[in-house]
Antibody, heavy 121, light 110 residues
């Protein structure tokens, strides 16, 4: 069974960089047919896709966040990471890592439990 | 960029009633790229429907998806107590390689 587990700083000061890591077990992030993604949800609000990468190394970001987002991969540890720079209170959210099925239909088939990151001084 | 608009924002129904949730896209969406999720408080979303009409593994048959083009619908035929939650549609835009979610529909107990 695939498991995704987020970890990282839960409290970030404004203007600093948010950093999270998603550890994947029960499956390889290097396998085809999937992309690996970050999604966030501000308290009481809806879901927002942040970005994703394919096993080929290609990365894609939400245009509204692109200038501040970097997703990187560590295949040797089977994990991937999110960095979001110049954060403000609007970046306070539950951050999920997730796996997208991309072979034919496109959908999220596995989610991490989510981690709340608060931006505050 | 394709925008998904879900309606209504909130649906107040009683157990046993039928729920009809709408997801309208600002541009054409391929059916294979349209999915529906259920989210309960404090939990990650759960996949219900993919490919606009295909139920995910383990999803009861009271959940059904339909539609094509720009108009998609999630129907819950007879609401069970555990179905009161927030529902999101999601699409993949292949020309931009981007994903978007609708803003959600909350199904609450009347």
């Amino acid at each position: 069974q695939l498991l995704l587990q987020e970890s990282g700083s839960r409290l970030v000061k404004p203007s600093q960089t948010l950093s999270l890591t998603c550890a994947v077990s029960g499956g390889s992030i290097s396998s085809g047919g999937y992309s690996w993604s970050w999604i966030r949800q501000p308290p009481g609000k809806g879901l927002e896709w942040i970005g994703y990468f394919y096993h080929t190394g290609s990365t894609y970001y939400n245009p509204s966040l692109k200038s501040r987002v970097t997703i990187s991969v560590d295949g040797s540890k089977n994990q991937f990471s999110l960095k979001l720079s110049s954060v403000t209170a609007a970046d306070t959210a539950v951050y999920y890592c997730a796996r997208f099925f991309t072979s034919a239909d496109r959908y999220v088939d596995s989610w991490g439990q989510g981690t709340l990151v608060t931006v505050s001084s | 960029e394709i925008v998904l608009t879900q309606s209504p924002g909130t649906l107040s129904l009683s157990p046993g009633e039928e729920a009809t949730l709408s997801c309208r896209a600002s541009q054409f969406v391929r059916s294979i790229y349209l999915a529906w999720y259920q989210q309960k408080p404090g939990q990650a979303p759960r996949l219900l429907i993919h490919g606009a009409s295909r139920r995910a593994t383990g999803i009861p048959d009271r959940f059904s998806g339909s539609g094509s083009g720009t108009d998609f619908t999630l129907t819950i035929s007879s609401l069970e107590p555990e179905d009161f939650a927030v529902y999101y549609c999601q699409q993949f835009e292949s020309s931009l390689s981007t994903w978007t979610f609708g803003q959600g529909t909350k199904v609450e107990i009347k």
